[in-house]
């Protein structure tokens, strides 16, 4: 089968301009209501094990969501699947708000939750799998600095909860703005994605067949790089969930104090991936990773023993560890183009399992031993990570449809002549 002619460039730049937009909005929605977690805990007198069960709900709507995301994306297009994973977010942060400032009601926060979860479990897909095709069409790495618009987006929502917290800003309030900005601004973005034409006939087929995400089930690497991104999306939530509460209630902090905490460890993962992409370059995604994956357990034992002050330290040490294991395993799942929509549906879903088992696990931790000794349990996530982290290595030859030259190469891949690394592994 053949693939789909290459776009202009300067289609690709502006698609490129988009996705970022498209990670910047949707890491705002996040941030939005993870920054007002400990606001929402206390209005709803909340126990550490009971927040947990709540925050299950997100959880649960993104596994949902994330095994359909693929034949949707094929469906739909990537451009309609984030519209309509945007209205479905909307409506699930707006449920949240009444929740918790009309109804008073954990069981409607839950509802809420749940569309929120779905809605940005499949945006969360689409958008990987459009920037998974411009980084394809550029030739070198870029899904880093994707994710760290993702990051960016958090770190300014985040800072933006921590000030209304601090005025006390009701929640409900606080969401529906968040609401307003998301439906205006996603269209605008959606209309300078990569036309459809540019997929691979190869991917098609696998998806309407659905022999493609079914096989992917079956691959030893895919499954592996799939436990990569699960130690690394639950290093990266166990912190987006629990520092704001591990810091306020850990160390008898101020709501709003254990907030800039957690804009601390987004600012930190932002810069991460920031400056990322040219050490990926130069060293390779193993051995960078296995530096990241203990440095992130270093920062977590900062946080949870280093007192008021090192905590907000081991706070941005933590996020700099956490800034690359998910990116890097987007790519490594999109590493082939023709399996790119069915493996990267298959990782995410792994992925998103510690969304689902982080925060009943550390609620229930929490209530035994403190939500801030619970964090400890990072470490042993981490230990995964360093054994299924050879699983991402780069391919050795990968051509890129529509490169300038026959010299453009995919991330990581051998350029003839080029010298490469010894050891080629995060």
């Not at 160390?251 to 991460?272: D, N, Q």
């Not at 082939?336 to 992925?351: E, F, K």
């Not at 009943?360 to 360093?386: I, K």
Request: with cysteine.
């Amino acid at each position: 089968m053949s693939v789909a002619s290459a776009p202009p460039a300067t289609s690709v730049r502006v698609a490129r301009t988009a996705v970022f937009a498209a990670f910047a909005i949707n890491g705002a929605a996040f941030a939005a209501f993870a920054s007002r977690v400990p606001d929402i805990k206390h209005a709803l007198g909340l126990s550490a094990g009971a927040l947990g069960l709540t925050l299950l709900a997100a959880s649960l709507g993104s596994v949902i969501g994330l095994p359909l995301s693929g034949w949707i994306v094929h469906h739909l297009g990537a451009a309609r699947t984030l519209m309509g994973a945007a209205i479905i977010q909307s409506v699930g942060l707006v449920g949240v708000g009444i929740g918790v400032d009309v109804a008073d009601n954990r069981a409607v926060v839950m509802g809420g939750l749940l569309l929120v979860g779905f809605g940005s479990g499949v945006f969360d897909v689409g958008m990987n799998l459009e920037g998974a095709e411009v980084e394809r069409f550029l030739g070198r790495a870029i899904m880093p600095h994707f994710h760290a618009s993702f990051s960016a987006g958090t770190v300014v929502s985040a800072l933006i909860g921590a000030g209304l917290s601090f005025l006390h800003v009701p929640v409900a309030a606080h969401l529906v703005g968040v609401v307003v900005l998301l439906l205006l601004v996603t269209p605008w973005f959606l209309r300078a994605f990569l036309p459809r034409s540019v997929e691979t006939d190869e991917t098609g087929a696998e998806v309407r067949s659905g022999a493609g995400i079914g096989a992917a089930w079956l691959e030893p690497r895919t499954l592996l790089i799939g436990l990569v991104v699960l130690a690394a999306a639950f290093t990266e939530g166990t912190a987006n969930d629990w520092v704001g509460v591990a810091l306020s209630d850990g160390y008898g902090l101020e709501r709003w104090v254990g907030v800039v905490g957690f804009a601390v460890f987004l600012t930190a993962m932002t810069a991460g991936r920031l400056l990322g992409t040219r050490v990926l370059d130069r060293r390779g995604r193993v051995p960078v990773l296995r530096v990241l994956f203990v440095s992130a357990v270093v920062g977590c034992l900062l946080v949870v023993f280093g007192g008021p002050v090192l905590a907000f330290v081991g706070a941005a040490i933590w996020g700099v560890g956490a800034s690359l294991g998910f990116p890097v395993g987007m790519s490594a799942a999109a590493d082939d183009p023709r399996r790119a929509a069915a493996r990267m549906s298959v990782v995410s879903t792994i992925g998103y399992t510690a969304f689902l088992a982080g925060p009943p696990l550390l609620g229930f931790l929490g209530d035994h031993v403190g939500v801030l000794h619970s964090l400890l349990v990072v470490g042993a996530m981490a230990v995964v990570a360093l054994v299924a982290i050879p699983a991402v290595r780069e391919p050795e030859r990968a051509k890129t449809p529509g490169a300038k030259t026959p010299s453009a190469k995919t991330p990581g891949a051998k350029t003839p002549g080029a010298t490469t690394p010894s050891a080629h592994t995060p």
